[in-house]
């Protein structure tokens, strides 16, 4: 903890450095000023925990002190950047008029002015009890500030939010966060008796930007421990089948690169830049594969035809600003990632706003259900079994992992 003292008379300060010391807080933490010059020139250099600043100083240390040099010292580091603000400022004054008048420029940025007098030690007490505040502040271990479980975003309000909002997680009605945002509130049991509270929301359009914004503004509100996008994407034949969930690992944006113009016509140089999701998600979602009992549970639920047994596929996901529905197109994204396994236009907009928030960051995945394969045979009627086998494998995966989950960073 470092503390800069603003003062020219610091014979004063001798038994409060001694208090300080039984907070051991040792003499070299402590710089003295004696001047409002000497103060700017600490200042300049060095980010000071807590301030003292008597309120009659003199602008350099042979000149007469004045009240009007610390408060121009105070409002230059209230109203400029050249000087580095302390953390908490103190006035000290033993004069009641200059302290009267100066308390309500103190009052106004919610700093104290102390009453300075020789014959007690009450304002060694009241400045030690604000030191020690400070520096509890300081030392008290960073700790991950998460306001609500799980943040659910979907790119389509139908069938993709509305699968969500079929599961059973105690849903209340649609609630406004700012003029264009409405989210929904859930709670879903879990592993143990702690209730996963959770927020759902859909973006205002398809894409990745859309995706980005509404990623980081949630994540701003809510400071959720995990951020999670299902949905429907397009997948790749022979890689899996209409109603396959996938887990996108890694994500990029494939239509990231650079078009140049040669001999033998136009040509594309792909420069992706793939976010993959973090071990510890991958990790459960490998176990929850193998689970065929719970996979054929999901699809016989279905009121409908299925045509072949539901699974989970963890593989490459590329994202895009196009909806893809021709053959030739969809070959030029497959040669990107020869494993490659599905193509929407979200995901890297998702995992990109959770590896840039501040922290805590999320834990951050999309889980993509198969409902065309993005060629000239693509129609809508997968769409609702494809929302649905996602809804409900990220149900299980938050229903049996969830509470196992720790901080990511």
């Not at 907070?23 to 004696?34: E, H, M, N, R």
């Not at 009052?107 to 009453?115: A, D, S």
């Not at 980005?212 to 089948?241: D, Q, T, W």
Request: hydrophobic share 40%; glycine share 6%; aromatic share 8%.
């Amino acid at each position: 903890m470092k503390i800069l003292i603003v003062d020219d008379n610091p014979r004063r300060y001798e038994r409060f450095v001694l208090a300080l010391n039984e907070l051991c807080i040792s003499k070299d933490a402590i710089q003295l000023a004696t001047s409002a010059t000497d103060a700017r020139h600490y200042l300049s250099k060095v980010k000071y925990d807590f301030m003292i600043i008597d309120i009659l100083i003199p602008l350099r240390p042979e000149e007469a002190p004045d009240e009007r040099h610390s408060r121009e010292l105070l409002t230059e580091l209230v109203e400029t950047e050249e000087l580095l603000k302390p953390r908490h400022i103190v006035g000290l004054s033993g004069y009641r008029d200059a302290a009267d008048r100066i308390a309500p420029f103190f009052r106004e940025r919610v700093w104290t002015v102390v009453e300075y007098n020789e014959q007690t030690d009450d304002w060694i007490s009241q400045i030690v009890n604000c030191v020690d505040y400070v520096k509890a502040e300081i030392e008290a271990p960073c700790r991950s500030d998460y306001n609500v479980d799980v943040a659910v975003i979907c790119a389509l309000g139908d069938p993709e939010l509305k699968a969500v909002l079929a599961l059973p997680w105690s849903w209340g009605a649609a609630r406004p966060i700012d003029d264009v945002t409405f989210v929904y509130d859930g709670k879903l049991p879990g592993s143990t008796e702690t209730p996963i509270s959770v927020i759902a929301a859909a973006t205002t359009r398809m894409g990745m930007v859309s995706t980005a914004l509404l990623s980081s503004k949630l994540i701003g509100v809510f400071r959720p421990r995990l951020l999670v996008m299902p949905g429907i994407c397009a997948g790749v034949r022979g890689k899996v089948n209409l109603g396959d969930v996938v887990l996108g690992d890694p994500t990029w944006d494939y239509q990231s690169g650079k078009r140049t113009e040669g001999t033998e016509g136009g040509a594309f140089a792909i420069s992706p830049h793939q976010l993959s999701v973090h071990p510890a998600i991958r990790s459960r979602f490998e176990q929850l594969r193998i689970d065929r009992k719970l996979l054929s549970s999901i699809s016989d639920r279905w009121n409908g035809v299925v045509e072949h047994p539901l699974k989970l596929v963890i593989g490459p996901i590329a994202s895009g600003s196009a909806v893809l529905a021709d053959g030739r197109a969809m070959g030029e994204v497959r040669n990107q990632h020869r494993e490659l396994c599905g193509i929407e236009m979200e995901a890297y907009g998702l995992y990109s706003a959770a590896t840039s928030a501040a922290a805590p960051r999320p834990f951050v995945f999309a889980l993509k259900s198969v409902c065309d394969f993005g060629d000239a045979d693509k129609d809508d009627t997968m769409q609702r079994y494809a929302a649905y086998t996602s809804a409900e494998v990220l149900s299980a995966f938050l229903a049996q992992h969830f509470h196992e989950l720790k901080d990511p960073l």
